[in-house]
């Protein structure tokens, strides 16, 4: 597959004299270029903030990395129609996000939330960048709006255990991965643990991430391989950084550049409420050793650092 040679990720400006940001149709970048040119609003400069951190930390802690191939976008979706590229995180309201990616798409007026969770995950319902050729893919990352959204990446994690290996609904996928994480690391498994894989602890559950052959027999799974592996953000030019802390106030500002009338991101179920998660992840941490949480830090450290996350305070790192 033919590497890329991406447009730049330092130049936000060098696209405005393209034919889609010359007014011809509203634009989302165009939209936060003019905000970022006009008076100081609070929000805004929020943003321009985070893009300028994001910046700094990747120029600070990254080396040279490798050219990235169209398949390293799969997770950056495409909505042609109001220029925009959204790179999706699993466990950071990317479910919802796709929601109203669908509901911006269809024809007729729709509820984001009358949409079903599958529906929205259906292979195929969005298209990919990684669907497209080089010179495709480039114009697009030149003229089209990038936003992701992030989360603390333990809290992140904890909720990825907690949905995928705790959950009733979650059958097939604790006996595609909870069997081979009983197998290899419980010792004298009951035949019903080895079956199902329906009863991993959350202790094993880290140490199958932290396991070498983990990452040597395939990639993580998505909902817990790091953020900045999944959506490259020291590669591509993210214009906007929302966050899961502060989820309602972001979307609402992505909304606003795209300029929907009407549309309005679906309000999280109150689980999914920072606070919830916060203690969700600090309960579940409390019983792994130091020794085991000064590991994990240091394989999702890169998503601290990058997203201006501090250190949990529930950690004992020394």
Same mark, same amino acid.
Request: aromatic fraction near 10%.
């Given at each position: ?182 197998? $290899? @690391?419980?010792?004298?498994?009951? *035949?019903?643990?080895?079956? #199902?894989?329906? =009863?991993?602890?959350?202790?094993? &559950? !880290? ?75 600090? $309960? @579940?941490?409390?019983?792994?050793? *130091?020794?085991?949480?000064? #590991?994990?830090? =240091?394989?999702?450290?890169?998503? &601290? !650092? ?13």
């Amino acid at each position: 597959m033919t590497p890329l040679s991406l447009c730049s990720t330092e130049s936000e400006n060098g696209a405005l004299g393209s034919g889609w940001l010359s007014g011809k149709r509203r634009n989302a970048l165009q939209m936060l270029y003019n905000l970022d040119q006009g008076p100081s609003l609070a929000l805004a400069e929020v943003h321009r903030q985070r893009r300028n951190l994001l910046r700094h930390a990747c120029s600070h802690h990254t080396r040279r990395q490798r050219l990235l191939q169209p398949e390293d976008l799969r997770h950056v979706l495409v909505d042609d129609t109001h220029g925009l590229l959204y790179c999706y995180i699993p466990k950071v309201a990317c479910t919802n996000w796709k929601r109203v990616l669908l509901a911006m798409s269809s024809l007729t007026s729709q509820d984001p939330q009358a949409i079903p969770a599958h529906e929205a995950h259906a292979p195929g319902r969005l298209p990919s960048l990684a669907d497209f050729s080089p010179t495709e893919i480039n114009w697009r990352l030149r003229d089209y709006l990038a936003f992701l959204f992030v989360r603390e990446p333990f809290e992140r994690l904890a909720s990825a255990y907690q949905n995928k290996f705790k959950r009733p609904y979650s059958a097939a996928f604790q006996r595609h991965y909870g069997t081979r994480i009983v197998r $290899r @690391l419980r010792p004298h498994p009951h *035949p019903d643990a080895l079956a #199902r894989g329906h =009863d991993v602890r959350f202790a094993e &559950f !880290l140490a199958y991430l932290l396991d070498p052959r983990t990452r040597r027999n395939e990639p993580f799974n998505e909902h817990w391989e790091r953020a900045h592996a999944l959506c490259h953000p020291c590669r591509l030019r993210y214009d906007v950084v929302g966050k899961f802390e502060t989820l309602a106030e972001d979307a609402a500002f992505v909304l606003g550049l795209v300029g929907v009338p009407g549309l309005h991101f679906p309000a999280p179920p109150p689980r999914a409420k920072a606070a919830t998660t916060h203690h969700q992840a600090m $309960r @579940l941490f409390q019983d792994i050793s *130091p020794f085991y949480q000064r #590991r994990l830090f =240091d394989l999702y450290k890169m998503d &601290f !650092l990058l997203f201006n996350y501090s250190t949990p305070s529930y950690l004992r790192l020394h």
